[in-house]
């Protein structure tokens, strides 16, 4: 692979056009991973699909995305990281065609799974490249850059997708990739160096097996939960049942680790890296308390006060800008202070931010109240994820940083994941809860006999995220009048628990922020190489 020298020279001539390059693909993918969710309405009516099957489409999507990060991050140190990237593409760029010219719920979710596939094979050579090509001087702003790209995307997805879905149809959600694919492959090829090292590995095919499975189970488990109540799938399989074969299945995969003494699927001396195990634990946190700003957000717009998606995603546009930003001014902080001290900063800033929203925000407030919040939590949140990166992979020996970057990601990705099925459980509780308040409190505003029936109604409105529609016997005038008071009931409801759900996750943030007391206390960016080793030539792709 390319020699890191110093400090202050890159490994190749031309880093930055590098990295820029395998971004295009990474962003490709962040952001399509978002943009379908505003089709769902579209793709149920347009494919004669059902809620289910749609809800398939997104979520089949993340598990084949977040499942074999592991194992394609370390095939990247195996088989060269350039042309995993690049089958990633291809991968990503045939099966966005093929979800375009779907004609039945069938073929769009095979073709979404191999689109999840091609993200999983791309997504870690990203990571694992910047290690490999920059010095440790330069990381920081290296990551700096894939900092914007990870805030960024899947806030402007939204918006993207309300465009092409008003001006060119659900199809071009997907199509719109395929040139962007062809034009990323050309340049990957032409200007991308090979990027592997020069002696003979192999794969650890029974850590490959056991990792699929174990995390396959856990993060199906946890995607698929709150759809069969955590109950039964089929027979006698339930999510329980699922979740602990995962785990079960991944206490085997570590052990079976921990017997290898050649090529490691994950090579758990990563973990004996201090900045690595604690990078790693920040960044499970940081994912379980981050998850759910923007999921509650979009749903408080959306339901609550009645915003399309474009709009939607119109409100939240300069978080996202924000977001870019400061993850370019937080990447040379990083160089020069470390990304420990950068990131704990960050953490406790999207705290406050997620405060300041919950004192603001009201169940009729416009716009105006979100921003303060907004804008707090949009500079933070640039202030954390490249400082993650940095200080996670700080130290790490280039020839492991696609088993580095994998490990990394798949930590991170189980961490969102249990943070939006704990998120789900947590408010819908205190939602069915405020609901039932709410409605209790106008309940008088009706005819008595629907009083009962309408706080029971709005109690269970919990399950869905939208106010109870009125029976349908009733007469425009009395109709118009339950719309309304439901529609405030939900209002307030919603946000009472919406309240409660951001304070939690600035409560997880703040014990995110404290961990970052177990980096190492300064993170001078240096050339490491693990003991004993020396750099290796590349080799050709």
């Avoid at 084949?64 to 350039?82: A, H, K, Y």
């Avoid at 079976?256 to 090579?267: D, S, T, V």
């Avoid at 404290?514 to 590349?538: D, I, W």
Wanted: glycine letters at 12%; aromatic letters at 8%; hydrophobic letters at 50%.
């Amino acid at each position: 692979m390319p020699e890191v020298k110093s400090t202050e020279h890159p490994a190749t001539p031309r880093p930055w056009l590098v990295l820029a390059i395998l971004c295009i693909g990474f962003f490709m993918a962040l952001l399509d991973g978002s943009i379908v969710n505003v089709a769902v309405p579209t793709l149920i009516h347009s494919l004669n699909a059902s809620y289910d099957e749609v809800l398939w489409v997104i979520d089949g999507y993340l598990l084949v995305f977040s499942v074999p990060l592991i194992t394609t991050g370390r095939l990247g140190d195996v088989v060269g990281r350039r042309r995993l990237y690049v089958l990633g593409v291809i991968t990503f760029t045939v099966a966005s065609a093929s979800c375009g010219l779907a004609d039945s719920p069938t073929q769009l979710l095979i073709a979404r799974l191999a689109q999840g596939l091609g993200g999983a094979l791309l997504f870690p050579q990203v990571i694992s490249a910047i290690v490999t090509i920059f010095p440790p001087g330069l990381r920081g702003r290296a990551f700096g850059l894939f900092g914007a790209i990870v805030g960024f995307a899947p806030i402007v997805g939204p918006v993207v997708g309300g465009v092409v879905l008003t001006h060119l149809g659900w199809r071009w959600i997907f199509f719109v990739n395929v040139p962007v694919g062809i034009v990323t492959v050309v340049l990957a090829l032409t200007f991308v160096p090979p990027l592997r090292t020069g002696r003979a590995q192999r794969l650890d095919l029974v850590g490959v097996v056991l990792a699929t499975a174990g995390l396959g189970g856990v993060v199906f488990g946890l995607i698929e939960g709150e759809r069969y109540g955590w109950g039964r799938v089929v027979g006698p399989i339930s999510i329980a049942s699922v979740i602990v074969t995962g785990v079960a299945l991944l206490v085997v995969f570590v052990l079976w680790q921990h017997r290898q003494r050649g090529e490691a699927l994950m090579p758990l001396a990563l973990f004996r890296g201090r900045d690595f195990a604690v990078g790693n634990a920040v960044g499970f946190v940081f994912q379980l308390g981050m998850i759910g700003i923007m999921f509650v957000l979009v749903l408080y717009l959306q339901m609550a006060r009645g915003y399309s998606a474009l709009e939607t995603g119109l409100v939240v546009l300069p978080n996202a800008v924000l977001t870019a930003v400061g993850s370019a001014g937080a990447g040379r902080l990083s160089d020069r202070f470390g990304g420990g001290l950068v990131l704990m900063a960050g953490l406790v800033s999207l705290a406050v931010g997620l405060l300041v929203l919950v004192v603001m925000v009201g169940p009729t407030s416009g716009v105006g109240s979100l921003l303060p919040g907004l804008l707090i939590i949009g500079v933070a949140s640039g202030a954390t994820f490249a400082p993650l990166q940095q200080a996670t992979m700080h130290g790490v020996d280039p020839r492991l940083a696609g088993a580095a970057s994998g490990v990394s990601s798949t930590i991170r990705q189980v961490g969102g994941v249990l943070g939006t099925a704990v998120l789900g459980v947590l408010l819908s509780a205190s939602l069915s809860s405020a609901l039932r308040g709410e409605a209790e409190k106008r309940a008088g505003q009706l005819p008595e006999n629907l009083r009962d029936q309408f706080v029971e109604a709005s109690a269970a409105a919990a399950r869905h995220y939208s106010p109870p529609s009125p029976p349908g016997d009733l007469n425009p005038a009395t109709a118009s009048l339950y719309e309304r008071v439901a529609g405030e009931a939900f209002s307030a409801g919603f946000v009472n628990a919406m309240r409660s759900t951001l304070v939690a996750c600035a409560v997880v943030l703040v014990v995110a922020a404290l961990f970052c007391f177990l980096f190492s206390s300064h993170q001078k960016p240096t050339a490491v190489s693990a003991p004993g080793s020396r750099p290796e030539p590349a080799s050709r792709d």
